[in-house]
């Protein structure tokens, strides 16, 4: 496989640009728009597109004819023509008769939310079961989409919002081959999950353990920290679409670590589908990680948005330990270097208390990037593992009653909670 071209590797080569569309409404505050906004461009460079404006519209709710009214469309108009814009990426999912208003308008490429996501998704997938889920996603997404949607395809070859295997390909046909082929992508699904189901079923009686939360949030790291294994790792949103399982032994008493897809607000109803098989690792796991990177300043709804989905896939009932990651971020936005360290130690107690309680004491503060506090972890993770060994295999449990609990020490590079 060829690697990706960079930037400096062809001068004929031209980053894609894009502006980004948002909407003040009754459901979505200015202050929201502009959190999901700042999403959305991450997930444009995520995706190799560089933004260069954006446009948000007040309207009570979106214009069912054109998304942001007429006014507005004709100023981002005016705009990509000047500029030579290549893309107008919408954050939310656009219905068909939208995308074909604002396409004929603007004359350029139009990606709303979902496909964007799903473009990602596409260039992500390396296994053949999370091509198979990207493919089927894709299809049916495009599916109502069809009107209008040869011609696009004709003026715009390649970049993104046009990637994908078989999936679009398939989709160049008509309606009646684009449904036969989602019918054989759930079945070839189902063979893989029934493959799937096996391998889990042959791992024996042994604790599962799944990081879960939001993209971005440092699963991966944590991953390799507590697996000690080179887990692919990445600052950018969907770094991690195949589920990684690795056996891990805490003093003698092993089970099961497993690294899941990450989730995101406004995740196309589709993907949650097309991706439930890959998600079996969270359904079926004992204990829930839920990772959460406390320095985001949207760390709650994002943690609300995980939850959500965790009661969609009916696991929300699963012992859960809330991992608060990246302290190490949240002190440098949060405190001044000048602010007194008595101060700063109060501020941090008084963090760690407010969720202890929230949590009922099933949550950690730590920093994977910086080792921090992940001993402390280490511990508490042991110590469930081994309870639930206990109250479900005692005959195994036995065999480790001469560990007291997790005794390893810190290393140099580890630095305790404050």
């Not at 981002?76 to 990426?89: G, H, P, Q």
């Amino acid at each position: 496989m060829k690697e990706p071209k960079k930037l400096n590797d062809n001068i004929n080569f031209k980053q894609e640009t894009a502006v980004l569309v948002g909407l003040i409404s009754q459901e979505q505050t200015e202050e929201q728009t502009t959190e999901y906004l700042d999403e959305l461009e991450f997930l444009a460079l995520t995706d190799g597109v560089q933004t260069v404006k954006r446009f948000v519209q007040k309207l009570s709710h979106p214009d069912s004819k054109s998304y942001v009214g007429k006014g507005k469309l004709e100023e981002i108009k005016a705009y990509v023509e000047s500029r030579n814009v290549d893309l107008v990426i919408v954050d939310d999912e656009l219905s068909p008769s939208q995308q074909r208003t604002i396409e004929e308008t603007v004359k350029k490429k139009v990606l709303d939310r979902s496909m964007l996501i799903l473009d990602i998704f596409a260039t992500r997938a390396r296994t053949v079961q999370a091509r198979t889920q990207v493919d089927l996603a894709q299809l049916q997404y495009m599916l109502p989409r069809l009107k209008g949607m040869w011609t696009h395809l004709e003026r715009q070859r390649g970049g993104t919002g046009t990637r994908g295997g078989s999936g679009e390909k398939e989709i160049e046909t008509d309606r009646r081959v684009a449904l036969k082929k989602i019918t054989s992508l759930k079945e070839k699904l189902k063979e893989i999950d029934k493959q799937n189901a096996v391998r889990r079923k042959n791992r024996g009686e042994m604790i599962r353990v799944a990081l879960v939360g939001y993209t971005n949030v440092g699963k991966s790291t944590l991953m390799n920290l507590l697996a000690k294994e080179n887990v692919f790792a990445e600052n950018k949103l969907f770094a991690t679409l195949d589920t990684t399982v690795r056996k891990v032994t805490f003093n003698a008493v092993p089970f099961l670590l497993s690294d899941t897809v990450g989730f995101i607000r406004k995740l196309p109803h589709h993907l949650v589908e097309s991706f439930k098989s890959t998600l079996d690792e969270a359904i079926e796991a004992d204990i829930l990680l839920h990772v959460v990177d406390i320095s985001h300043p949207a760390f709650e709804d994002q943690m609300k948005v995980v939850n959500d989905i965790l009661k969609e896939l009916h696991c929300d009932n699963k012992p859960v330990v809330v991992i608060f990651n990246k302290m190490d971020l949240y002190e440098q936005k949060r405190f001044d270097e000048y602010l007194p360290a008595e101060i700063k130690t109060s501020l941090l107690k008084e963090l760690r208390e407010s969720w202890i309680a929230r949590t009922h004491d099933n949550c950690i503060f730590v920093s994977a990037i910086q080792n921090r506090n992940t001993g402390e972890l280490r511990q508490l993770l042991f110590k469930k593992v081994k309870q639930l060994y206990l109250e479900r295999y005692p005959y195994k449990a036995g065999y480790w009653q001469d560990y007291e609990g997790y005794t390893e020490q810190a290393t140099e590079e580890e630095t305790p909670a404050p």
